[in-house]
Every structure is written in structure tokens, then in C-alpha cells.
């Protein structure tokens, strides 16, 4: 899904649309799909799960590596507003843990509030035409006001 939204471009469109609204932060959780784990196939589970926060910092990387040669909307420099900041979780995986989230969920904090907290992947694939950036999108337009388009 996560590939889905970045290759497809829906991600970039958020970003596009949103970007002066909304400090956009990704946190890389763990391979979604990982080989040996889902017997999905190596064309949708080509890595292993990590072992080490190297690892995972390198899953990261090639997402990047694979956006920055769709869209380009994705940054592993924190201090980058102007992109979607990707940033990993610690193998003890403390994010998860606090946010009960896991990979392909949005959650959307203002405040210090959780303020949507969107579908998880078993709800996510009862559409699949949907993913889970149209939601997204549907909230911050309800939320904040129509995409500034810039």
C-alpha cells in the first residue's frame, strides 16, 4: 500500500496540496511484507525482516530511493519542510508501541491530540480501490479547507 501511494503518486499529491498546512512526518515501522513472514511472493515481499536499526534505516533509504525517482516528496532530512520527512522507529519499535500504529496506517496529531487515526490494512482491503491516502485526504479537506494547489 505504502508503495501503492508513493509510486502512484497520491502522496505526492498530498504533500503538494497540504504542504503549508501540515508538517508531514513518516515513521518507518517495520517491512510491512516481510520475505519468509507473508508468503506473498518476492514481487511484493522481496526483504526480510529487520534484525538490526541499520537494516531498517536501509529499508527506508530504498523507499526513498524509489520516491525520489517517482515524485520526489519524501525526505530523510528532519529539517525539510517542504517534503514528507521520513524517519524510522527504534527496534524496540516504541512508536508502534505508543501509537498502536503499524505500517499503511495514517494517524494525524494536532496539538498533541490524536486526531484521526486512520483504518487499519485488514479494513484498508476491504476497498481496494481506495488507499489510504484518499481518506486521508477526505479528512484534511474537512478538516482544513480545500487543497491549496500550489
Known amino acids: 500500500m505504502v508503495m501503492a501511494c508513493v509510486v502512484g503518486g497520491t502522496l505526492a499529491g498530498i504533500v503538494r496540496d497540504y504542504r503549508t498546512q501540515v508538517d508531514f512526518l513518516a515513521v518507518y515501522l517495520a517491512e510491512a511484507h516481510a520475505n519468509g513472514v507473508w508468503p506473498l511472493g518476492t514481487n511484493v515481499s522481496y526483504m526480510k525482516r529487520h534484525k538490526s536499526l541499520q537494516e531498517r534505516i536501509d529499508a527506508a533509504k530504498d523507499l526513498l530511493k524509489i520516491d525520489a525517482e517517482s515524485h520526489d ?12 520527512r521520513l524517519v524510522v522507529d527504534q527496534m524496540d519499535n516504541l512508536f508502534s508501541r505508543m501509537f498502536k500504529a503499524h505500517p499503511d496506517r495514517v494517524i494525524f496529531i494536532r496539538d498533541g491530540k490524536i486526531v484521526y487515526f486512520g483504518k487499519s490494512i485488514i479494513d484498508q482491503m476491504q476497498d481496494p480501490s481506495r488507499l489510504m491516502t484518499h481518506e486521508a485526504r477526505e479528512w484534511l479537506e474537512a478538516n482544513l479547507g480545500p487543497a491549496s494547489k500550489q
Open 73 to 84: 516528496c519524501m525526505t530523510d532530512d528532519v529539517s525539510d519542510s517542504s517534503k514528507f
